[in-house]
């Protein structure tokens, strides 16, 4: 009995970078313009990220999760950007502007009021994502950078200074600025001005 | 002595740094001990405390929620789609050309 020949042999899987594009450029993009604010080198990021996955797709086959793989080289790609743009110039951890949460005993200069409910599950977590990007944005890039690699990608200590060429007293440095600074700016741009619905509060 | 003594009286501008590094790497004992007592009496930095977990949470794009992020732009991904065309033309898998 004659077998018809159309079936089709199982190839192993080949590349498809425009399928990658159409499945995961959304998401490159959104992770790229996070890190370095401005949508043409974000958009200049995901091509060479997919350029580059291109070339290293022979490596492809053993990868179970395209999205996490192609992110992987995204945030190589992310990390070349920095590094180049910091070559040889000291990196401003800030200061002056966040002593002034401080008085000069070094007390809190305005306390450190509770945040009340979880705005993440509230029906406002779309806006409050909002202002929290704001405050983000309004960070030093490489600040922002520094700790959005901690805190999303989970980056060592190590990590950081390699990718950035800087001391770890550095980079902690500029962490605490960063948490002192988004702290400050979700205060006073949320939680002060957007009371969470409760039935007591003092005036 | 004077690094020990500034320890155990840590004013918040201190606490503050010692509560950021608590997240980045193991305090020293001294550390430890002057934050605790620091805390014991400030509620404030007990709060901030709280709200550095907090933050960490908060930065972490939404998953859950692709609609908010933004979308890579109709001409860009042209762009992109026609050099990856190209790089599958010339560099690929076939020899020669």
């Keep these: 009995m004659p077998i018809e020949s159309n079936i089709t042999v199982a190839e192993p899987p080949r590349p498809r970078p425009v399928q990658w594009l159409g499945d995961h450029g959304d998401a490159l993009y959104a992770y790229a313009l996070r890190r370095v604010r401005r949508p043409e080198v974000?958009?200049?990021?995901?091509?060479?990220?997919?350029?580059?996955?291109?070339q290293a797709s022979g490596g492809f086959a053993q990868r179970a999760n395209v999205r996490t793989w192609l992110t992987g080289?995204?945030?190589?790609?992310?990390a070349d950007h920095f590094r180049a743009r910091h070559r040889g110039v000291q990196i401003d951890a800030g200061t002056l502007e966040d002593d002034a949460l401080f008085d000069k005993g070094g007390q809190w200069r305005a306390g450190v009021p509770a945040w009340r409910g979880?705005?993440?599950?509230s029906a406002e977590a779309r806006e409050f994502r909002a202002a929290v990007d704001a405050c983000l944005?309004?960070?030093p890039a490489t600040m922002a950078h520094l700790f959005l690699s901690r805190?999303?990608?989970?980056?060592t200590t190590?990590?950081?200074?390699?990718?950035l060429g800087i001391t770890p007293d550095n980079a902690w440095t500029m962490l605490h600025r960063a948490r002192l600074r988004l702290r400050q700016c979700l205060a006073v741009n949320w939680f002060t001005t957007r009371p969470t619905p409760s039935p007591r509060r003092r005036t | 002595m004077r690094r020990t003594l500034s320890l155990l009286n840590l004013n918040c501008r201190r606490a503050s740094r010692l509560l950021s590094d608590a997240r980045e790497r193991p305090l020293s004992k001294l550390e430890r001990f002057g934050l605790r007592i620091h805390l014991l009496g400030c509620r404030s930095c007990g709060r901030y405390?709280?709200?550095?977990?907090l933050l960490d949470r908060f930065v972490r794009p939404a998953g859950d929620d692709p609609a908010a992020a933004p979308t890579l732009p109709a001409d860009a991904r042209g762009r992109i789609e026609r050099r990856l065309a190209e790089a599958a033309g010339d560099g690929g898998t076939t020899p020669g050309g």
């Design chain 1, 73 to 78: 080289i995204l945030r190589h790609k992310v």
């Design chain 1, 137 to 139: 944005a309004k960070l």
């Design chain 1, 42 to 54: 974000a958009e200049d990021l995901v091509q060479e990220t997919l350029l580059a996955a291109v």
């Design chain 2, 49 to 53: 405390r709280h709200q550095l977990a």
């Design chain 1, 118 to 121: 979880d705005p993440l599950r």
């Design chain 1, 158 to 163: 190590d990590e950081l200074c390699g990718a």
């Design chain 1, 151 to 155: 805190v999303d990608d989970g980056a």
